[in-house]
C-alpha cells in the first residue's frame, strides 16, 4: 500500500449543500460540481449521483481481465459475490457473535493440512494474505530459533535467514524483526535457490531457509526437496538443525492439484515446518485472504498465542490485525467445497495449457528466449521471456510493455536480482479468466507490437524505463 501524503491544494470552498443543491430543484441523479478531494465535505450529496460518479472515476484504473501482472484473482463466481454480500457484517476475529465464521476457517484449516500432508495434528490460521503469513511463518521461526539458542546458552542477537530471489514480503519480515537477509542473487543458469548456495551460507544462527514454490520474478518452483536433502546432510555432519518455511503463496494451490506426482514440497517433507500460501492468487477467493500452517503444534510458540476466551472454551489467536472481513475466508471455504481437487485441477490445468500456447508463440520470435514455459510441473501457468542473447531487434522490453499498454494489457518488463539486474525480462500470469480466446487477442497484439516496434524502432532516449515493481 503507498503511504499517501496529504496535499494542501487550495480546493473549492467546502459546500454546505449537497453538491447538486445549487440548482433550484436538484433531479436526483445531476452531479453538479466536483467531488470533494481534499477538505472532509461538510454535507453529503445524493446517493445515485455520488456512486454514478465514483464508479466511473474507477474505470479509469483499467481493466482487471487484461492485467497480466497480478498473481491476484481477477474473477469470482455469482455464489462468491453473494457471500461476500452476506459476510460484510462479520468481524472474523469475533468468534463470540460469529461462530460458524470461525467454524468455516477451522475447517479451511483442516483441508489445508490435509493437502499438504500434515503428518497429525497440524496448525493454522488465515491471513491477510501471504505477506501477514510470512510474518508470522517468521516470527514463529525466529522465536523458536531463540528458545534452542538460550537453551544452549548461546547468543540471540545475530539471527539470519538464508533464501533465493524472494518477494517483498521477507525483506519486509526481515527489516522489522532484525534478521540478516541472506538472499541468493540470481545468476545467468541458476535462477532458483540452490543446495550449494544454502549449505555455503548457513550456520547456528539461521532460523530458517525459505525456499519459495512460484518464484514472484519467473514462476519457477525452487527444489525444496533438494534443499532439506542438503539441510538433513548438514544437520548430520554439524549438529545443527536448520527448518524450511516453504513460502507456497502460488504454487500451494498449484502443485498439490497440476503437479501432484512432483518431489514432495510440502508437510511430506520432515524438515518443512511451516508453509504460506495466497488464498488469493490461485487459492481463487477474493482479495485480502491467505493461509499459514505449521506442522505441528509445537512448531508455533505458545508465547506468540494470544488466547481469546469469550467463546467459554479456549480460542487461541496469532495474527497482526484485530478486526477482519471474514467473506474472503468464507468464499474460500466455498471455493474448496464447489471445487473440490478435481475441479482446481481442471481450472488450473487450463490456465497451463494456455500459458504453453503463448509461450510456444513466444518461441517462435528469433528475438525472444523463454525462461519458463508455463509446464505444471515446474512452476506456476506463467510465461517468462527475455531477449535472446545477441538479439539487437531496435526496442527493449521496457518498450514493448508500453506499446502492449496502448491496446490496455499489462504485461509487465523488469530485472531480475543479483547478475541479471541489469537485464530485462517480460512476464504473463496466466489466471483463469485468461482463456485461449484472450490469449490469441494478447498474441496477435504482440505481434502488431513487435513489428511496429521493429519499423520504427525507438530513439534510445526516448524510451521511458518504467520497471514493474511486484510490490
Ligand atoms: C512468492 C510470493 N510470496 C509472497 C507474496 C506476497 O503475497 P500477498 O500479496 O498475498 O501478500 C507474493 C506476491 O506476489 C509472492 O509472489
Redesign the pocket.
Known sequence: MPLHRSTTRPASKPSAQTPAASLASPPEFLLTEELPRDHFPVSGGQPHAIHQAIAEELLLDGNSKQNLAT??QTWEAPEVHQLMDLAIDKNLIDKDEYPQTAEIESRCVRMLADLWHAPGEAMGCST???????MLGGMAAKWRWREKQKAAGKPTDRPNMVCGA?????HKFARYWDIELREVGMRAGRLCLDPADVLERVDENTIFVVP?????YHGLYEDVAGIAAALDEHHAKTGVDIPIHV????GGFLAPFTAPDAAAWDFRLPRVKSI?A?G??FGLAPLGV?WVMWREPTDLPDDLVFHVSYLGGDMPTFQINFSRPAGQVIAQYYDFVRLGREGYAAIHGQAHAVARVCAEELAGYDCFRILHDGAAEKGIPAVVWTLADGAAPGFTLYDLADRLRMRGWQVPAYPFTGELADQAFQRILVRRDFNREMADLLLRDIRTAVDHLKAHPPASDASPRRSYS?T
Open positions: 498473481f491476484c491477510v494474505g501471504s505477506s501477514e503469513a510470512a524472494v518477494q517483498i514480503c521477507w519459495t514454490m512460484g518464484v514472484t513460502d507456497a503463496a502460488s504460506n495466497s488469493h492468487k491467505g511486484h
